[in-house]
């Protein structure tokens, strides 16, 4: 009989992977995500899934999150040998994430053995030429197109508005169909479309990580104005922590407008990351995946989506010599939850003076450095040494690239039968929260998801 097993963001919000056995016994895994945020769930990262990677045929990815495609090098790595089902705007993204995060363990591992007594990894969970292999292996699909050529399954992928090319998945099998959000994104957002509206499904797999709460109402370009002013009255530097593939861009976007209002002061934006460069061009070469082409929509002037004053670092030399800048700057550098990346280094540098502001922008995933900021922590551990905390930490919401409870049970309003819904993608509170609220709303029955439970299709 046909199942779904729950291997990762089951009770969790990262780690997302979720396999799909058809009766002919065919094996299909919906993402292959990183834990990533408290050491015993990094920890999982260093243990197979429970399925043999050379028994899977296929993969389909719903985005380039690295908890969402983080574990593919690995999972490569460890035999699995099939292709990878995504977007192209999301193999372009994903690849650039994946090298990324070779990188960044290579270069732990090097930290490693030069401080043994650190607690880092002295091996690499996967390297640079694991990634090359998961790019050979990635196959493209369109937006809206029917594919039939996984594993005797048909699929079909549609806009999910989360990040560039994120998707959600349509799945055929056993005569049953089930849909896979992967993460859903906001309604009514600047760059990107809103979440592509599923009328009919047997099976519903959803994400559910703000099942339990409202993004803020105000205007999120406002409340960024509002933190630059602030930063640069304090005679500071602003740093925001920021993924920089998707995020940084929105946040240049807002920049932009806030610019041509003349709502901020005349001060320079610091783009440090050497993705940012490729994360811009990547967004001009996927006009399908936004709602408009940016290219098209600034004219002379724009130097990333319509801001001025841009700078992007791309050599580490440059990086360090931000350290000198004392105040009137504004520096975007990844990790988005500081889990990891070139952010550490403006944090260790930052943190101590009292006249700059550190500005979270996204989801904090629990005991990630970002959740120990944003929860007032006053001392703060970064690769191994403790740092104080002086400088200004603050957050703002409404950048969120997740749907919140209102825009979930929007999107579930659109099914005109009721699926069986099981929630993954949060922390249990938030999946009970949300899974109450479709069962009283609208009659479905909705479970959240445990890791390692087998669901029979019937
Ligand atoms: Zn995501």
């Not at 990580?209 to 109402?217: K, N, V």
């Not at 700078?311 to 990790?335: E, F, M, R, Y």
Request: with cysteine; charged share 20%; aromatic share 6%.
């Amino acid at each position: 009989m046909a199942s779904i097993t729950f291997i990762g963001a089951a009770g969790v919000v990262t780690g997302s992977k979720h396999l799909i056995e058809t009766t002919a016994g065919r094996r299909v895994l919906l993402d292959c995500g990183m834990y990533q945020g408290e050491k015993d769930l990094e920890a999982r990262n260093w243990t197979l899934p429970p399925v043999d990677p050379k028994t899977v045929d296929a993969v389909i990815l719903s985005h380039g999150h690295l908890d969402h495609c983080g574990y593919l090098p690995a999972l490569v790595q460890a035999g699995f040998k099939g292709p990878i089902h995504t977007t192209s705007a999301t193999i372009d993204v994903a690849s650039l994430v994946l090298y990324d995060s070779a990188h960044i363990q290579e270069y732990e591992a090097q930290r490693a053995a030069k401080h043994p007594n650190r607690g880092l990894h002295a091996t690499p969970l996967y390297t640079h030429d694991d990634v090359d292999k998961v790019v050979a292996q990635f196959k493209p699909a369109e937006y809206g197109a029917m594919c039939d050529d996984i594993a005797g399954l048909r699929y079909r992928l549609s806009d999910a508005g989360h990040i560039l090319g994120s998707a959600i998945t349509e799945l055929w099998f056993d005569q049953r169909k089930l849909t896979f959000t992967g993460d859903l994104g906001r309604y009514g957002r600047p760059l990107l479309n809103d979440p592509t509206p599923i009328a009919e499904s047997d099976y519903v797999l959803a994400e559910s990580t703000y099942g339990d709460r409202m993004h803020p109402a105000s205007d999120p370009q406002v409340d960024l104005g509002k933190v630059i002013n602030t930063a640069m009255a304090r005679k500071g530097v602003l740093v925001i922590p920021s993924f920089a593939v998707g995020r940084t861009q929105e946040l240049l976007y807002a920049i932009g407008q806030l610019q041509r209002d003349s709502s901020i002061p005349n001060v320079n934006v610091f783009v440090d990351s050497p993705m940012a460069i490729s994360a811009d061009a990547i967004m001009e070469r996927h006009p399908e995946a936004m709602r408009f082409n940016p290219k098209a929509r600034f004219g002379p002037g724009d130097e990333s989506l319509g801001a001025r004053n841009v700078k992007v670092t791309v050599q580490s030399a440059d990086s360090i010599a931000l350290n000198d800048i004392q105040s009137g700057a504004i520096i975007l550098s990844a990790s988005g939850m500081a889990s990891g990346g070139r952010v550490l280094h403006h944090l260790r540098n930052r943190l101590p003076r009292a006249n700059d502001t550190i500005c979270f922008v996204g989801f904090q995933a629990p005991s990630t450095l970002g959740s120990q900021l944003e929860g007032g922590a006053k001392s703060v551990k970064i690769l191994g040494v403790p740092v104080d905390v002086k400088a200004n930490v603050i957050q703002i919401d409404g950048f969120s690239a997740h749907a919140d409870r209102g825009e979930l049970l929007r999107w579930f309003a659109n099914f005109t039968g009721k699926p069986r819904t099981f929630l993954v993608h949060a922390d249990p509170g938030a999946a009970q929260s949300l899974a109450d609220a479709i069962g009283k709303k609208y009659g479905f029955t909705v479970t959240p998801a445990h890791a390692g439970e087998r669901v029979e299709i019937v």
